[in-house]
């Protein structure tokens, strides 16, 4: 064990923390939580939290939601047990009263392995001087399995320890069905869900093993004298199970994950857990050379992204905090198909497929919402649990402590373009045709059929759409939101191809899902006309589209006057006079020119960036990465840089405090996209992929690996060479397209001059 203890040696792939900081105590336990998308485990001391420890380390199981009585209750993730509570005794009492005792604390979270490791010296007692070394993780193998490892090494003292691991917080919102030895089942009080976590542990003193005391409901203790020298090693696994309905026991499923867990040992399932994560890192790692604090930035976001997916089911999505916290209750919302789905896709198929799946098994939630408001085809739920039912909460309390709606819910409606765009983005990146013909489509005609039946034709001969929230979400109940009505537009073309591809390719899959959803001839033909007439607030004199009708009239204000502030600009100006400028939430019509650049003609990209940039607060954590792309690809790549650092600052700052719900995952999504298809310039193309980088001048490289229709490519742009070097590593040969200039790249790497790099002014 001791050689499995120790963390990888690169400080380029650790983040580490010293000491105990009660203030920042429940950030830290975000940042270095650890998950493997079925099961989330936040990184909260086990052995040292001593006994005035209030709150458990929370662990969090995918799709596990309930809710509270009450009509308007929201759904929930609800936490499992702690199932690493540790405690030593000596017969003075806890070898740890409180985490502040621990003379010298060091925890670890080893991006490579996937683990978050911790040692503390000098834990000093009348009866004994110890030094405590552990490691937890969630098998990215077998998802259902997580480990906690311990060793122990006595420095000085002759006493009796006993070591006793138990279980806590048992019933935060579960229902105990029963509770035994090894084994403990629950439910959840409304949503009919049950839980399982089967346990079994070891301990071993100088490689003898100890025999266990049982003490019942999930609780042992093991004793023994210690002295000098001696070495401690205790083992414990979990495996959880879930179930989905009434009736069915999760328990037989976690036993049997458990006993092969057992049967394997704790090295075997170490080995399959840090070779399933080294297969992570060969095709998601991105490596920048030249800027230390970028590289620790960057693994820090893709370590959390593949830790939030998981490609065996597709009935669970990712919450804006995945499974690191409790804020937003685990709710999946746009954050998931803008900011997340294209680092799945293009590094990670499988589980990118998975995440639509669940979109397309939610769909008759959303066909049901459109129908509840009056429209046809799917409008997906802005805050979507298990079903696809709206679970937004309809008010809240603000800074000023009133009560006050929220409209999201009936009004953020870009929803169901979002989930649209990804949908095709994964289309043109993998080429899945089972997916597209079995799944895809349908979500494609019926988030279509939606915004034709949104779309209203008025006397002006254009279709308008009223009364919506965009991106930008301090103007509610707005018109014509540009961001909303050219995705909507964007969204019935696609529908459109889609329907003449299945036509064409598979006639017989468009006969019959055509007729399941009475798709004919005249309903096409609509479409086309509603695409043709949608406004969409682009003026041709100044290139400029307009966020909202009557956008350009409201109050300008000038954001360099608010620099110093600590706070949203909403709670700074008050909510009404907010509604009334110009301030912006986050990118609204920047967010367009990332994902529809092709929208933008000429130089009216850098036109609209230059007019919206400086108008926008920044409120929400998704804002600064979407800023930093664009600027990107228009040639800033110093400013992109800074955004990039803000985004980075988000969870990995000591002078950000609002990480102790979570991690922002869509900010490390947004990052990871600024980074690959902002700096790297990476775009799909219906031929291949091209690339136009625009690289910072302290950056001397950046590699990076992606996917593209079933082959595995490696990337790296040297800034010193002023080159491209790009190498298929599995899968056939395709065309890239560099600045403009198509290359067919075969079995052998090519490496081609970038010449005189282009500054935007």
């Known amino acids: 064990m001791e050689h499995t203890l120790e963390a990888t040696e690169d400080p380029a792939w650790v983040i580490v923390t010293n000491g ?298 990712i919450g804006a905090r995945a499974l690191t916290g409790a804020d937003y209750h685990g709710h999946v919302f746009w954050d998931t198909e803008i900011f997340l789905l294209p680092f799945y896709i293009l590094t990670w198929p499988e589980a990118a497929r998975a995440l639509l799946m669940y979109r397309f098994h939610t769909l008759d939630g959303a066909r049901a919402k459109a129908s509840r408001m009056g429209w046809r085809g799917a409008l997906y739920a802005w805050e979507s649990a298990v079903t696809g039912a709206e679970v937004a909460p309809i008010q809240a309390i603000g800074p000023d402590r009133l009560v006050i709606p929220i409209l999201c819910g009936l009004q953020e409606q870009h929803i169901s373009a979002d989930v649209a765009y990804a949908v095709w983005q994964y289309w043109q990146a993998t080429g899945d045709e089972g997916f597209l013909r079995d799944a895809g489509a349908e979500i494609l005609l019926e988030t279509g059929r939606f915004w034709s039946s949104r779309a209203k034709l008025e006397e002006d001969g254009y279709r308008h759409i009223r009364g919506v929230i965009g991106p930008d979400e301090y103007h509610e109940n707005i018109d014509d939101n540009a961001y909303t009505n050219v995705m909507a537009r964007w969204n019935i073309r696609r529908a459109l191809d889609v329907a003449a591809l299945l036509r064409e390719r598979w006639p017989d899959r468009w006969t019959s899902l055509s007729s399941r959803l009475s798709v004919d001839e005249d309903e096409l033909r609509k479409w086309r006309q509603v695409a043709e007439t949608i406004m969409t607030n682009l003026d041709p004199k100044t290139g400029l589209y307009q966020e909202f009708a009557g956008y350009f009239e409201l109050e300008n204000i000038d954001l360099k006057n ?134 910072p001048e302290s950056w001397r490289s950046l590699s990076f690996g992606i996917c593209w229709r079933g082959r595995s490519l490696k990337v790296r742009i040297d800034q010193d060479k002023q080159s491209v070097r790009i190498a298929i590593e599995s899968g056939a040969a395709m065309k890239v397209v560099i600045r403009g200039e198509p290359y067919d790249i075969g079995t052998e790497a090519m490496e081609i001059s970038l010449g005189a790099r282009t500054v935007a002014a």
């Open 562 to 695: 608010y620099s110093g502030r600590s706070v949203p600009m909403d709670v700074v100006l008050g909510r009404w006079r907010t509604q009334k400028s110009q301030v912006i939430k986050q990118a609204d019509v920047i967010a367009l020119l990332a994902l529809l650049p092709n929208e933008f003609v000429g130089e009216t990209g850098a036109a609209n960036f230059r007019f919206y940039e400086p108008r926008c607060g920044h409120g929400s954590s998704l804002s600064p990465a979407m800023h930093g792309l664009v600027a990107a690809r228009l040639g800033q790549a110093e400013k992109a840089l800074q955004y990039f650092k803000q985004a980075a600052a988000i969870d990995l700052s000591d002078a950000h405090v609002g990480t102790d719900g979570g991690v922002h995952i869509a900010a490390l999504g947004g990052n990871w996209m600024l980074v690959v298809l902002g700096i790297a310039g990476l775009s799909l193309r219906e031929d291949g992929v091209a690339i136009n980088p625009q690289m």
């Open 20 to 317: 105990y900081d009660p203030l920042r105590e429940q950030g830290f336990e975000s940042r270095f939580a650890i998950s493997n998308g079925f099961l989330g485990v936040r990184g909260g001391r086990a052995a040292t939290r001593g006994a005035r420890w209030v709150v458990p380390a929370h662990t969090y199981v995918a799709g596990l939601f309930d809710k509270a009585d009450g009509d308007h209750a929201t759904p929930a993730l609800v936490p499992a047990a702690d199932w690493m509570k540790l405690r030593i005794l000596l017969p003075s009492g806890p070898l740890v009263h409180h985490p502040g005792d621990v003379a010298s604390h060091r925890i670890v979270l080893d991006l490579k392995k996937g683990a978050l490791l911790s040692q503390c010296s000098h834990l000093t007692e009348p009866d004994a001087n110890v030094h405590l070394r552990t490691m937890r993780f969630v098998s990215l193998s077998e998802r259902a399995v997580g480990m906690q490892l311990i060793e122990l090494i006595v420095e000085d003292g002759e006493t009796l320890i006993t070591l006793e691991a138990s279980f806590e917080g048992m019933n935060l919102g579960l229902t105990a069905v029963r509770v035994e030895q090894d084994l403990g089942v629950w439910r959840t009080q409304h949503s009919g869900k049950g839980l399982a976590i089967a346990t079994g542990a070891s301990l071993q003193v100088d490689g003898r093993e100890i025999n266990m005391i049982a003490l019942g409901q999930l609780k042992s203790s093991w004793h023994w004298k210690c002295h000098p020298g001696q070495v401690v090693h205790f083992e414990r696994t979990v495996a959880i199970a879930r179930s989905d309905a009434e009736g069915i026991d999760p328990a037989p499923a976690a036993v049997k994950k458990l006993a092969v867990a057992r049967q394997i040992g704790w090295r075997g399932v170490v080995a399959a857990h840090e070779a399933a994560w080294a297969g992570r890192w060969r095709l998601s790692d991105v490596e920048v050379q030249g800027d230390a604090a970028a590289q620790e930035a960057l693994r820090f976001a893709v370590y959390h992204l593949n830790s939030a997916a998981n490609p065996g089911d597709e009935r669970v999505s």
